[in-house]
């Protein structure tokens, strides 16, 4: 009796509201049920180390989507993140009791503990039985999941464990949907009167818990298991607390899938003892922004949503009007596909509507779903077309809203110095695009920033191909990634500010490289980051590493990263001195080396050697210095006469010797008729073609000095010649695109015809001269030629 009587007291005064989250339904249902109930505590599943956030929360400046980063002190990269959207239901029953004044209290396992295991199994990884079938390990991103959406079909032996991963799949397909996502959204999401809601939803969750822990134990990996066992425990100790405190009236927010657990308090002295002797770390916490792509569970959340737009669009529209909601949805649609120049009139949007509704009452929906309004769009908007369905997907039932924090946030210097820079430079995280003009201080400061940010590993932004003509313009596509934050903790090793941690972290980089190709890509993007320091620090590096070392590959490879310096470093008020002098040493040690490093080389290093070849030439013209041509086409030269050197490369040579005007068109189809003689081997002879003509389909169709070149060396082979060489031309030739062949082929008839032509008109023995000097003076007197 006594036990009843604490069980009776114990369900009067502590209420479980079992929610799914990021579910906008259970947002909306858990608001009414706390106005009705009014507490006087509030426990939510969310980690404890977080607590001295929550006054954040309340901020004008915290705009959802954010997420509470939990990270080790020591080893920023052990870290843990829990999201929130507008619509998460935690994130309401925050500010429901902010609001009020309503204690609140944090109830998970607190994550000092579970990176602690997180951490002993990467260091101590354990051994399984292989007769026992684990799942995979869950990431740290699944902490705060009712979980995937994914459609199963039922196989007790193979699946349970997904089913306990995702329950709502397995009550889904019972009820005849596809997944749990649809399931839910019908149950909840639609759901006007939430009246008893969270009774039903801790009923179902409780036969189904029953139903999976009379299974099979393994189904779950045990630390998967204990970790389970640990939060549930650590929750009711929460709640065991709160009782103490004389708490009436007890709001528990925990996973659906948790609130059987929390029903009844089993003894106390069980739960302390699997609690005792946890290991521990120390950890931090903050606020983060967050993005609504990865609040989705395309994005690898665990607990994220198919349809992270669409649940916001639903949290702003269905509590002030539910009817409007499908009217609204799909206005935004066409408003999207108008700026797409995809038509989209107001007639089509009514008669969309009218399909998404009808739709909805013929499957017995209460009101139109995504499901409804996605296929009424694509049949009336879009013409059946599911082409403009990716970017209606996109920026509509994912979004691409970012959040935003505090700037008083908790953060290490190196975060706070980023945001000092992006308010002076007028950068916000939000941007997409942007196209600077280095011609500009505050543009080349950006540019700068972009940089030394992607460094330290936090590669905000990319650079773009540029339309313009000018080497002043510098296009760049932005995207923030939330997990930015974490590396930016990282980095706070190596300064306090952007440019002393990347200026730190690019001389311990420039120590632990070891050849010269790494140290002259680092030294253009530390001269790209304006890192004036650590620029000297690298070309003394740079000169040690260039002068010991003696593979000319290497020496090659380290040409093109420095002729972009040299050509462009004026734009960027780039100091080039120390850059021009080490240039005039590569090359002058490339065209020494080249000749010894070309002999003898098998197909495989002829091939890297060619790329190699080019890239340098590419380099030279780049730069437009007549001494580095005239070095660089005197080695070239030397090389093509050169004995046993490799077809592809002998090719390659008279090639750009005869780009460069050095060869002409004589001397480059002398040697090719030397080459493919019958006294060198066939492969060899294919290969010099190949090294002549490789990537250049196009260029033999308009370079007329080389068409002439192999016209003419075709002509004058002889027949049996010509059969032999033939397959040789032919391995060559069938690298360039069909389009470029056929091409080719119609020039040479067109060309055939034109010296037909040429041949019959000049014979002149069937021509009757005095008829034609008779006509002479008419044509003089219309010529206005005096005779």
Not at 1 to 9: F, K, L
Not at 271 to 299: H, Q
Not at 534 to 563: F, N, T
Request: net charge negative.
């Amino acid at each position: 009796m006594n036990s009843d009587r604490q069980t009776s007291n114990y369900r009067e005064k502590v209420h479980i509201f079992g929610i799914r989250h990021h579910g906008s339904g259970s947002a909306r249902s858990l608001c009414q049920a706390l106005d009705q109930l009014q507490p006087d505590a509030i426990l939510i599943e969310a980690p404890p180390d977080a607590q001295a956030l929550l006054p954040f929360v309340m901020s004008e400046a915290m705009h959802p989507p954010v997420a509470i980063l939990i990270y080790e002190e020591r080893s920023p990269e052990n870290s843990v993140y829990y999201p929130f959207a507008i619509f998460s239901p935690e994130w309401q029953a925050i500010r429901y009791g902010l609001e009020r004044d309503i204690p609140i209290k944090f109830m998970d396992l607190p994550q000092a503990h579970r990176l602690a295991f997180k951490k002993e199994e990467q260091e101590e990884p354990k051994v399984k039985p292989e007769s026992i079938e684990t799942e995979p390990e869950r990431s740290s991103q699944e902490d705060i999941q009712l979980n995937s959406e994914t459609p199963l079909e039922l196989n007790p032996e193979s699946d349970l464990r997904l089913y306990r991963k995702d329950p709502l799949g397995w009550l889904a397909e019972v009820a005849g949907f596809s997944d749990g996502e649809r399931w839910w959204e019908y149950m909840v999401e639609h759901r006007r009167d939430s009246h008893e809601l969270f009774a039903a939803i801790l009923e179902a969750m409780t036969a189904l818990r029953e139903e999976l822990d009379a299974a099979e134990d393994f189904a779950e990996s045990m630390g998967d298991r204990l970790i389970e066992e640990l939060r549930e425990a650590y929750m009711r100790q929460t709640i065991r607390t709160a009782l103490s405190e004389g708490k009436e009236r007890i709001a528990v927010v925990c996973g659906a899938w948790h609130a059987p657990a929390l029903v009844n308090l089993p003894s106390t002295k069980n739960d302390a003892n699997l609690l005792k002797g946890l290991p521990k770390v120390k950890v931090e916490a903050t606020w983060i922004p967050w993005t609504y792509g990865r609040l989705a569970i395309a994005s690898g959340y665990g607990a994220g949503v198919v349809s992270p737009g669409w649940y916001d669009h639903l949290w702003h529209n269905f509590q002030h009007s539910s009817s409007q909601v499908a009217i609204r949805w799909i206005t935004r649609v066409a408003r999207l596909l108008r700026t797409k120049d995809i038509d989209a009139s107001s007639a089509s949007v009514i008669e969309a509507v009218r399909l998404a509704e009808a739709l909805s009452a013929m499957r017995d929906r209460p009101l139109a779903g995504l499901p409804e309004l996605t296929e009424a769009i694509q049949s009336v908007l879009c013409f059946g077309d599911p082409l403009p369905m990716q970017f209606i997907h996109q920026e509509l039932i994912v979004g691409d809203r970012m959040g935003r924090v505090p700037d008083d946030t908790p953060m290490v210097p190196l975060q706070q110095d980023l945001i000092r820079q992006q308010k002076r430079l007028r950068l916000k995280p939000e941007i997409k695009a942007l196209e600077l003009d280095l011609r500009n201080a505050n543009d080349l400061e950006r540019s700068h920033l972009l940089y030394r940010l992607a460094l330290l590993d936090i590669p905000w932004g990319k650079t773009q191909y540029s339309n313009s003509k000018g080497t002043f313009k510098e296009p760049w596509q932005l995207q923030w990634e939330p997990e930015f934050a974490v590396r930016l903790i990282e980095a706070g090793v190596w300064g306090q500010t952007i440019i002393e941690a990347a200026t730190a972290f690019t001389r311990d980089k420039a120590n632990a490289s070891k050849d010269l190709p790494t140290l002259t890509k680092l030294v253009d993007k530390v001269l790209l980051a304006n890192l004036g320091e650590a620029a000297s620090y690298l070309m003394v590096r740079l000169q040690a590493e260039a002068a010991i070392a003696s593979d000319i590959s290497h020496l090659m490879q380290a040409v093109p990263p420095l002729a972009n310096l040299l050509r462009y470093g004026n734009v960027r008020q780039i100091d080039t001195n120390i850059v021009s002098q080490l240039m005039d040493g590569l090359i002058t040690r490339i065209c020494v080396g080249l000749p010894v490093a070309c002999a003898s080389l098998n197909d495989e290093a002829a091939a890297a050697m060619y790329e190699l070849a080019i890239a340098v030439n590419r380099a030279i013209l780049l730069l437009q210095n007549s001494e580095y041509a005239a070095a660089w086409h005197g080695v070239l030269s030397q090389l093509a006469d050169q004995s046993g050197l490799h077809g592809l490369l002998g090719g390659c040579c008279c090639r750009l010797l005869l780009d460069a005007g050095i060869f002409a068109a004589d001397d480059v189809e002398t040697r090719m008729g030397l080459f493919l003689s019958l006294a060198n081997e066939p492969s060899q002879a294919a290969a010099w073609v190949e090294g002549l003509l490789k990537g250049s389909g196009l260029v033999l169709l308009h370079d007329d000095c080389l068409w002439q070149v192999l016209d003419n060396w075709v002509t004058k082979l002889s027949t049996d010649t010509f059969d032999l060489v033939l397959p040789l031309l032919r391995r060559t030739f069938a690298t360039f695109p069909a389009p470029e062949r056929r091409q080719m082929g119609e020039r040479v008839k067109r060309n055939q015809s034109n010296q037909i032509e040429v041949n019959s008109t000049a014979n002149f023995s069937n021509l009757d001269l005095e008829r034609a000097d008779a006509i002479l003076p008419m044509i003089a007197q219309l010529l206005g030629i005096k005779m």
